[in-house]
């Protein structure tokens, strides 16, 4: 397997620090909760999915690139 370019190296690292800035920004917004079956009152619900599912995208891809 040839070695990676500067540049591209480069690319998949950024990837790789995205995606855990955006999974450890994900557990650090906190839940609200309503009632007992613990349904999310606030927009946060999405905030959080959403980095979480940006978070594991971006580590899959520069772990796929790095191979």
């Known amino acids: ?8 190296a480069r690319l998949v690292l950024l990837f790789f ?10 557990e ?3 839940y609200r909760t309503l009632g007992d079956r613990y ?10 999915n959403t980095l979480r599912i940006t ?3 971006l580590l899959v891809n520069g772990g796929i690139q790095w191979v």
């Open 55 to 57: 978070g594991i995208v």
């Open 28 to 30: 650090l917004i906190p």
């Open 1 to 8: 397997m040839k070695p990676l370019s500067r540049a591209f």
């Open 39 to 48: 349904r999310v009152m606030d927009t946060a619900y999405w905030i959080k």
């Open 17 to 26: 620090a995205l995606g855990i800035f955006f999974l450890a920004v994900n």
